[in-house]
């Protein structure tokens, strides 16, 4: 198929997107500024927690200690960092762990969801409204936590491996859903129809000419599995025994519950137990692995913004 | 049947491409659903989920008996759906009206990312930072005031806490999807309006608003099968799964995963999530069936 065609057709793509509306106005009344400081002041309040874990990831451990969390702490320290950094190979491990699930299954769900969805969207394609019907009941009806946790580990045997943490997160009917729009309203039928004239099997349909022009819906759809796999900590407490497995999300769930095993198995007076935490940096600690926890992802998700907020509104779209 | 067979086969490669996805979904999704039978079994470790005998309504009869426990998470878990749904149907809609009324757009646009940020933060990591906050010493809550509230003990707090932190938490990406259809909402309309000598309330209240109906209705039918579910990481992480707490943080999903964790009851938990699978599909169900009556347009299925 020649490429002049194709670049038309997608430059047809593009121009029936809906275009955000322009709003001519002719002066900034003051309702507009009363606006702007509400807006403001919402923005600093979803702002002040997460600056807060920066502040207290890098303020001095006895005075967080005596003094408490404050944004404008008295002493600053990189202690916490080097506590960190002195349970590094967990650390380096954990942080492989996650890397490692949230690529494997953002790839694999993104492969098999967006071919059952480009099947999905075939319209002489007879099985597919049963395969819809299939495709919805999981959204409807669910066996639960339970009937997972123990069809999981006793009948499938997989306790403690790895691929828990990744297949069932990989295909979500939401997610098959996005990308089926996706492909009816933007991929047009004459572009496939032209490439099965030119000789192109089905694979190659989808390989060589749809899956590449689904790359605005994958990066949506991909960003937000990519956090679902970074963020997931319910799999990981219930399957995941070995260090060697362990994900970040349940490090910081382990470090937590080994400061509260410290702080009630003691029966010292308080101040010496004040004393003796600042001596062992927990909280800016505790703080400076959330920083590393969250940090990949608050630097992934300006690169991303345009494309998950382009998918939301495509995924709206009723299939 | 014939025809049905050969246009199967003649979408054979679409057959397979449907093939990996359909089974990941036939061991993950419905295999699971098979066994909510457990609720009407007595659960063995070792004769497993099938070989276990069958018990009739025992499980039943048992969370009829320990009923306080049911009721209070019951409840719990309504309570918590139904605040979160409306306070948060209330804030998604005015942010997403507002970042579209103002006129400066750059600054509305920065305004937004930053409100998103929150939602990729995991409860494990947000519980340190609602630590910060709450701790008795030292917390910044109980400096900043010089009260000394023991936050973690005080049941009766945690409805609102737990609520400002699921706003906190979901409302700036909430809005992104209303403030999609916003976007769609013909200039034209608002001109017309502006001719007829329409305010600018008069106008969001009788264009923008409406037109976010049908948004709001599939928004609000897809979170009613939901409602025996919750946010876990909310009520198990972000309360530090205090035990002091239950009375008023304790939700079905919460309860079941220490339920797990301690090897309790198996058939007392079984019966519970069968109650919460079924009451989800049936609420669903029936929501869709009202939809179709009333607005058939806006209907899931």
């Known amino acids: 198929m020649d490429t002049v065609k194709k670049v038309e057709i997608m430059d047809s793509v593009k121009k029936t997107k809906p275009e955000i509306r322009k709003k001519s106005r002719k002066k900034v009344g003051v309702g507009q500024y009363i606006l702007t400081?509400?807006?403001?002041?919402?923005?600093?309040?979803?702002?002040?927690?997460?600056?807060?874990?920066?502040?207290?990831?890098?303020?001095?451990?006895?005075?967080l200690v005596t003094k408490g969390f404050s944004y404008f702490p008295a002493e600053f320290s990189l202690d916490g960092?080097?506590?960190?950094?002195?349970?590094?190979?967990?650390?380096?491990?954990?942080?492989?762990?996650?890397?490692?699930?949230?690529?494997?299954?953002?790839?694999?769900?993104?492969?098999?969801?967006?071919m059952f969805a480009f099947a999905l969207s075939r319209k002489d394609f007879r099985l597919r409204k049963i395969l819809s019907i299939y495709l919805m009941i999981p959204m409807i009806f669910q066996g639960g936590q339970l009937a997972s946790y123990i069809i999981f580990t006793s009948n499938y045997h997989m306790k403690d491996s790895i691929w828990l943490l990744i297949l069932p997160l990989s295909v979500t009917t939401m997610n098959v859903i996005i990308l089926r729009t996706y492909i009816q309203t933007s991929i047009p039928d004459e572009l496939m129809d032209s490439a099965r004239i030119d000789g192109a099997g089905?694979?190659?349909?989808?390989?060589?000419?749809?899956?590449?022009?689904?790359?605005?819906?994958?990066?949506?759809?991909?960003f937000m599995m990519a956090t679902t796999y970074w963020n997931d900590w319910q799999n990981a407490l219930l399957y995941i025994d070995s260090n060697s497995k362990k994900p970040l999300q349940l490090l910081l769930i382990n470090i937590q519950k080994s400061i509260e095993t410290l702080l009630n198995s003691r029966n010292i007076p308080s101040t010496a137990l004040a004393a003796m935490q600042g001596s062992i940096p927990q909280y800016s600690a505790t703080m400076a692995t959330v920083i590393t926890v969250i940090?990949?992802?608050?630097?992934?998700?300006?690169?991303?913004?345009?494309?998950?907020?382009?998918?939301?509104?495509?995924?709206?779209?009723?299939? | 049947m014939k025809g049905l067979l050969q246009n199967t086969w003649k979408h054979r490669a679409h057959v397979v491409m449907c093939l990996p996805a359909v089974l990941v979904l036939l061991f993950f999704n419905y295999v699971p659903m098979a066994g909510l039978v457990l609720a009407f079994k007595k659960f063995d470790y070792k004769l497993g989920i099938w070989g276990s005998p069958f018990n009739g309504l025992d499980n039943f009869k048992f969370l009829l008996a320990s009923k306080n426990a049911f009721i209070n998470m019951t409840t719990n878990t309504i309570k918590y759906y139904l605040i979160f749904i409306i306070v948060g149907t209330f804030l998604n809609v005015a942010l997403a009206i507002a970042i579209d009324q103002l006129v400066f757009k750059r600054a509305g646009k920065i305004m937004q990312s930053i409100m998103i940020i929150p939602v990729f933060i995991s409860y494990a990591a947000v519980q340190f930072i609602v630590y910060a906050y709450l701790n008795t010493e030292g917390?910044?809550?109980?400096?900043?005031?010089?009260?000394?509230?023991?936050?973690?003990?005080?049941?009766?707090?945690?409805?609102?806490?737990?609520?400002?932190?699921?706003?906190?938490?979901?409302?700036?990406?909430?809005?992104?999807?209303?403030?999609?259809?916003l976007a769609g909402i013909d200039s034209e309309i608002y001109e017309a309006a502006e001719i007829d000598g329409a305010d600018k309330w008069q106008q969001i209240i009788n264009i923008t608003l409406p037109s976010l109906v049908p948004m709001i209705t599939i928004i609000l039918l897809l979170?009613?099968?939901?409602?025996?579910?919750?946010?876990?990481?909310?009520?198990?992480?972000?309360?530090?799964?205090?035990?002091?707490?239950?009375?008023?943080?304790?939700?079905?999903?919460?309860?079941?995963?220490?339920?797990?964790?301690?090897?309790?009851?198996?058939?007392?938990?079984?019966?519970?999530?069968?109650?919460?699978?079924?009451?989800?599909?049936?609420?669903?169900?029936?929501?869709?069936?009202?939809?179709?009556?009333?607005?058939?347009?806006?209907?899931?299925?």
């Open chain 1, 202 to 222: 089905e694979y190659r349909a989808f390989f060589q000419i749809a899956f590449p022009l689904m790359k605005p819906a994958c990066a949506a759809v991909g």
């Open chain 2, 223 to 301: 979170s009613v099968g939901g409602i025996m579910r919750s946010d876990t990481g909310l009520f198990y992480q972000v309360t530090r799964n205090s035990g002091t707490l239950y009375s008023s943080t304790q939700v079905i999903d919460s309860y079941v995963l220490n339920a797990i964790f301690k090897n309790s009851n198996f058939g007392f938990v079984a019966a519970t999530t069968f109650f919460q699978s079924i009451v989800g599909v049936v609420l669903i169900i029936g929501a869709n069936k009202i939809v179709r009556k009333v607005a058939p347009e806006n209907s899931l299925f």
């Open chain 1, 37 to 63: 400081s509400l807006l403001a002041a919402y923005t600093v309040f979803c702002a002040l927690p997460i600056i807060l874990v920066f502040v207290s990831a890098f303020t001095d451990e006895k005075t």
């Open chain 2, 139 to 181: 917390g910044m809550i109980n400096n900043l005031f010089g009260t000394s509230i023991r936050w973690y003990s005080e049941a009766g707090l945690w409805t609102i806490i737990l609520t400002i932190v699921k706003m906190w938490n979901s409302v700036g990406y909430g809005s992104v999807l209303y403030m999609s259809a």
């Open chain 1, 81 to 114: 960092f080097n506590v960190v950094l002195r349970y590094g190979k967990q650390l380096i491990v954990s942080y492989g762990v996650t890397i490692g699930i949230t690529t494997a299954g953002t790839l694999l769900g993104l492969l098999l969801m967006s």
């Open chain 1, 295 to 319: 940090g990949p992802i608050m630097i992934a998700y300006p690169f991303f913004q345009k494309y998950f907020i382009k998918g939301l509104t495509v995924g709206s779209v009723k299939g």
